[in-house]
């Protein structure tokens, strides 16, 4: 699987009503390529240890310019469809979002309930 769209494909047939999928959470390349060479067929990257791994706070103390950096990081180094954990949006129009996630690599995302 190289191509955005065959992550993307493969990520959405993980989706099985009544037959979850499991993601293990990534912060960094090298935590994202331990999952790969266990099996994972997908993984996901975790605000909050993504934030910590650079010093910065949870709850969007990242730039979202820099969260798609360290995104692009991880696509890079696996062959595995990728999601991330985009807190509450970092107050990026959503178009914006979905955007700079595909550019980076990713193939799928969640959003927190959280109000500002």
Same mark, same amino acid.
């Given at each position: +699987?190289?191509?955005? *769209?065959?992550?993307?494909?493969?990520?959405?047939?993980?989706?099985? &009503?009544?037959?979850?999928?499991?993601? *293990?959470?990534?912060?960094?390349?090298? $935590?994202?390529?331990?999952?790969?060479?266990?099996?994972?067929?997908?993984?996901?990257?975790?605000?909050? &240890?993504?934030?910590?791994?650079?010093?910065? $706070?949870?709850?969007?103390? +990242?730039?979202?310019?820099?969260?798609?950096?360290?995104?692009?990081?991880?696509?890079?180094?696996?062959?595995?469809?990728?999601?991330?954990?985009?807190? $509450?949006?970092?107050?990026?129009?959503?178009?914006?979002?979905?955007?700079?996630?595909?550019?980076?690599?990713?193939?799928?995302?969640?959003?927190?309930?959280?109000?500002?």
């Amino acid at each position: +699987m190289t191509t955005l *769209p065959e992550k993307a494909a493969a990520f959405l047939a993980l989706h099985r &009503p009544g037959d979850p999928v499991i993601l *293990p959470t990534v912060w960094d390349a090298w $935590s994202a390529d331990l999952v790969q060479q266990e099996g994972f067929p997908a993984l996901t990257v975790g605000s909050h &240890p993504l934030a910590n791994s650079v010093g910065k $706070s949870d709850r969007e103390g +990242m730039a979202f310019a820099d969260v798609l950096g360290r995104v692009r990081e991880i696509t890079a180094a696996v062959d595995v469809p990728v999601s991330v954990d985009l807190e $509450s949006g970092y107050g990026v129009e959503p178009a914006a979002l979905i955007d700079g996630l595909l550019q980076a690599g990713a193939v799928g995302f969640n959003l927190e309930d959280t109000v500002h």
